[in-house]
């Protein structure tokens, strides 16, 4: 588990508030700041609210607190696909450059348990090569443009 410091940007008390840094003992003063947000988006009374939090995230030692707080959507949403993970470890990372549909994509791939075609294993066993690759060189995608409209039929 990871402390993660929170700030409030929104305008409204009911905005989440979005992930900044790793928490530390410096940031404790920043924990009393108290500003005067909007009830909600159609009620504009003012009310007070902390405008920094303190939240405990469950993130893979593999993935660095600030990686995490630049794109942390993306990882919420690759996070939430454990098969991925099992999978790729630390080699996740490279997913942060897919789109959302193709990480989806690639999560119901990875949770099939036995392949009943030879299409979809061999796009499998692309999709694993292509992370186990460490060339510098390699393309920016496992899988060509047609390649992804194949499998995308697959997506649960």
């Known amino acids: 588990?990871?402390?993660?410091?929170?700030?409030?940007?929104?305008?409204?008390?009911?905005?989440?508030?979005?992930?900044v840094r790793e928490y530390?003992?410096?940031?404790?003063?920043?924990?009393e700041i108290i500003d005067r947000y909007c009830a909600s988006y159609d009620d504009n009374r003012l009310v007070p609210g902390h405008?920094?939090?303190v939240r405990e995230i469950d993130l893979p030692g593999w993935l660095p607190a600030?990686?995490?707080c630049d794109n942390y959507l993306k990882w919420n949403f690759i996070l939430?696909?454990?098969?991925?993970?099992e999978k790729?470890?630390?080699?996740?990372?490279s997913l942060i450059r897919m789109?959302?549909?193709?990480?989806?994509?690639?999560?119901?791939l990875f949770q099939v348990k036995k392949f009943r075609s030879s299409f979809r294993e061999s796009i499998y066993n692309q999709v694993l090569n292509w992370f186990?690759?460490?060339r510098e060189d390699k393309y920016r995608s496992p899988l060509s443009e047609k390649q992804w409209i194949a499998i995308s039929r697959y997506i649960r």
Do not use: W
């Open 88 to 93: 790729l470890g630390p080699r996740s990372i």
């Open 66 to 68: 600030d990686q995490y």
């Open 132 to 134: 186990y690759d460490d």
């Open 1 to 19: 588990m990871v402390k993660i410091l929170f700030c409030r940007f929104g305008e409204n008390i009911t905005t989440d508030p979005s992930p």
């Open 99 to 108: 789109e959302y549909i193709e990480i989806k994509a690639l999560a119901s």
């Open 80 to 85: 939430g696909y454990p098969c991925i993970i």
């Open 24 to 31: 530390t003992d410096q940031d404790l003063p920043l924990l």
């Open 51 to 53: 405008k920094y939090s």
